[in-house]
């Protein structure tokens, strides 16, 4: 039989402040939400963290977003924002001839 384990209500309130700080990180400065995308491919790819300000290894089956406020750079390419490490994220440059707009529905 499963041992139950009951957490503290200290632990649960710092959980329920992470999942809203983590799920705000999905809207822009105005609030609206930002734009559920896709790299187009499967895999990994290289692409340009402006974080990192250098190209890092991601895979392109993450949940990503368009980050809509941020102006495409001189090569074209828009931004991604994808929360794909818990507590943490990625904004990257990508061709936009690799991104498929999913939608909110």
């Known amino acids: 039989m499963m041992d139950q384990t009951y957490y503290?209500?200290?632990?649960?309130?710092?959980?329920?402040?992470?999942?809203?700080?983590?799920?705000?990180?999905?809207?822009?400065?105005?609030?609206?939400?930002l734009e559920p995308a896709r790299i187009l491919g499967g895999g990994k790819?290289?692409?340009?963290?402006i974080s990192d300000k250098s190209f890092v290894w991601v895979d392109r089956d993450l949940?990503?977003?368009?980050?809509?406020g941020v102006a495409p750079d001189d090569q074209g390419r828009l931004c991604l924002y994808s929360?794909?490490?818990?507590?943490?994220?990625?904004?990257?440059r990508v061709p936009p001839?690799?991104?498929?707009?999913?939608?909110f529905n």
């Open 63 to 68: 949940e990503w977003y368009l980050v809509s």
């Open 45 to 49: 790819g290289f692409y340009w963290s």
């Open 97 to 103: 001839k690799e991104i498929e707009l999913i939608g």
């Open 8 to 33: 503290s209500k200290e632990y649960e309130a710092n959980f329920i402040k992470l999942a809203a700080k983590l799920s705000g990180w999905t809207k822009a400065k105005d609030g609206t939400l």
């Open 83 to 92: 929360p794909f490490i818990f507590a943490s994220g990625v904004i990257c």
